[in-house]
Every structure is written in structure tokens, then in C-alpha cells.
């Protein structure tokens, strides 16, 4: 006899479970906290758009920066789908008419998936964006033996600075930011983003550091100076720069550079380490050939990220802002 009181596998995730992982995956970093992505959920299928309405134009002409936005949250994503027992199946850049179309996800049952992706699943809510001084990592042989082998299946490489670097990449952050001090355009964007609080969106003041702060930062973008303050005021900065860097430049590379980025931060803070990723200097031309110089291989950069660890006792910041799920979800029934 077929026994027909057992509750039947579903082959999709409902809905309820949809808008959970969708709003843990919200969590994902992107340039300024614009959140460039739409989403559809037809019932079936987890459909991804990037929102060109969220693009910003002036640090961002080509929209690179954006696609590596997206990619960090479809990393997201299927990161917190594995959690909920979902498998995910990506196909990147699905041949469509439309542009603006990134990727659809399907699903299968995932009953046991690895600790290691739970780990980080469980690192979404933790992960903040730390622009202060840092102290220099610890155990990061073992991180970045981890975290080279969560970009592998990317083509991503992974590839952590001499310490040498660090004058170099300091005087291309500064030409950089000296090149942007007088485009108005770039500052008024920059300003309509940043320095603001209360808003779902961009980055608060309260997540800034103060120009005495930001002093002892020798590689980082100039933000509108937050008020001031002098957290960690006896350390100077310590942390190391990893690069990540694709083969070649074009969308697809881009969003597995967000997907990389994505594990990389998430494996951070599931190791303890504090992380702020930057692209300000891999904005300009002339600065991405110096890092290009730095690499062991041939390579285009496309992010730095700065690890670190911070003080023991220090409290933990509030998350920055993000937006509703209806500001950027669609449910469809099929």
C-alpha cells in the first residue's frame, strides 16, 4: 500500500520561506548601500535585475561597480536558500532581450548542507563594514586558504598585498581622491549617498569615521566626514589588502566578482575578522594598473579589501539601513 499520510517534498521553496532568505539576503554590501537589484519570484523560478535607476553616474559610468553589487547579493541569496535547505541551480546572464537581466535561480531539496555555508549564513546579520584602524589579522593562512577556495569556482583570484604595497595603494587612494575633490558632479553624488541618517538607504553618518579617524587609514574613500570622534584613537592601522581580480572585464566577470566578494566577507567575519571592501581606487584607469603591477599573475582588479581584527571589548554598531522587500521583491503566482 502507498502510504499517503506523508507530507510531500515540495520542489520549490513557498513563499513564506522565499521572503525569509530574501530579507536575511537584503544584508548584502553594495556600493554606497544603493541596493541596485530587482527581484522576481514567479513562482518557480528567483529571476535578478539590476536597477539601472540606482546607478551612479559618476563613480560608476559603466555600471561595473553596480553589476558587483548584484553578484554580492546573489551570493547572499543562495547563501541564506542553502541555510533554509535549498539548493540553488544559477544561470548567469539567461539569453533574453532585456539588458537588465543578470540571473534566475531554480531550487532543489538541500537537507544537509555544508557547515561551512550554514557558518556563513549565520555571518549575514554580523557583517558590518568597518572603516576605522584595524589591528593586523590573525590566523589569516587559514583564512585565505578558505576563502581562495570559495572564489576558485568564480575564475576569481585572491591575492593578499606585501606589506610593501601599502605606500603605493596609499598614494593611488589619494590621487583618486585628489582627481574627485573639484568634479562637482561626483561630490554631489557622493554627498546625496552619504552622511545621512534614517534613510533605507546609502550610508549614515553613525557608519563614517571622523577625519581623525580616517587619518590613521592610510587606503580608503573619502566619505563627508562624520562628526567628530576618535574610536580605536591609539591604534594605527594594521590591516592587510587582499585583491580580488577577474581575467577579463565584462558582466559576467563582474558578478562573479560580487559573488566572490560576497564569500570573502562572509567567510571573514564566520573567522573573525573585521572587512571593508573599497572600489574607489579601482575606479580610475591609472590605479588599476598600479595594482596590476602588484599582482603575482595577470589579472584586471576589481576590488580591494582591507581585513583586520578590532578591539576585544568594543560594542558592536547597529547595521546600516536597507530597504523593504516590496521596494525591490515582486511575488508572482504561476
Not at 517534498?9 to 554590501?29: E, G, K, Y
Not at 532543489?108 to 557558518?119: D, T
Not at 556563513?120 to 576563502?147: C, E, V
Not at 566577507?265 to 588599476?288: D, K, N, Y
Request: glycine share 4%.
Amino acid at each position: 500500500m502507498t502510504d499517503t499520510s506523508a507530507s510531500p517534498v515540495l520542489s520549490v521553496p513557498d513563499h513564506q520561506t522565499v521572503l525569509s532568505a530574501m530579507r536575511l539576503a537584503a544584508r548584502a554590501p553594495s556600493l554606497h548601500n544603493s541596493q541596485p537589484w530587482r527581484w522576481v519570484f514567479d513562482g518557480v523560478g528567483l529571476h535578478l535585475y539590476r536597477d539601472a535607476d540606482r546607478l551612479l553616474a559618476s563613480a560608476d559610468p559603466l555600471g561595473r561597480q553596480l553589476v558587483i553589487s548584484c553578484g554580492a547579493m546573489l551570493h547572499h541569496v543562495r547563501t541564506a536558500f542553502a541555510a533554509m535547505g535549498w539548493h540553488t541551480d544559477t544561470t548567469r546572464l539567461p539569453v533574453s532581450d532585456r539588458t537588465d537581466y543578470l540571473a534566475v535561480i531554480g531550487f532543489r531539496p538541500w537537507p544537509e548542507p555544508p557547515a561551512g555555508v550554514l557558518a556563513r549564513a549565520r555571518a549575514i546579520d554580523r557583517r558590518r563594514t568597518d572603516r576605522l584602524p584595524m589591528f593586523a589579522p590573525t590566523d589569516l593562512s587559514q583564512f585565505l586558504h578558505t576563502a581562495r577556495m570559495l572564489v576558485t569556482p568564480h575564475d576569481i583570484e585572491l591575492d593578499l598585498l606585501d606589506d610593501s604595497a601599502r605606500a603605493k595603494l596609499a598614494a593611488a587612494s589619494d590621487h583618486a581622491t585628489a582627481v574627485r575633490r573639484y568634479d562637482m558632479e561626483y561630490q554631489t553624488e557622493l554627498h546625496w549617498w552619504a552622511g545621512h541618517s534614517g534613510d533605507p538607504e546609502g550610508v549614515p553618518r553613525e557608519a563614517l569615521a571622523s577625519d581623525a579617524e580616517f587619518a590613521r587609514v592610510s587606503v580608503g574613500r573619502t566619505f563627508p566626514s562624520a562628526p567628530h570622534s576618535a574610536r580605536r584613537g591609539d591604534l594605527e592601522d594594521r590591516a592587510r589588502l587582499l585583491v580580488l581580480s577577474s581575467p577579463r572585464e565584462s558582466a559576467t566577470a563582474w558578478l562573479h566578482t560580487g559573488e566572490a566578494l560576497s564569500a570573502v566577507l562572509l567567510e571573514c567575519t564566520t573567522a573573525g575578522l573585521a572587512s571593508c571592501s573599497m572600489t574607489h581606487i579601482t575606479e580610475m584607469p591609472s590605479a588599476r594598473k598600479i595594482i596590476a603591477a602588484m599582482l603575482p599573475h595577470p589579472g584586471i582588479p576589481q576590488v580591494i579589501i582591507r581585513v583586520g581584527t578590532v578591539p576585544d571589548d568594543e560594542p558592536e554598531t547597529a547595521p546600516t539601513p536597507r530597504r523593504p522587500l516590496t521596494d525591490f521583491l515582486t511575488m508572482r503566482h504561476e
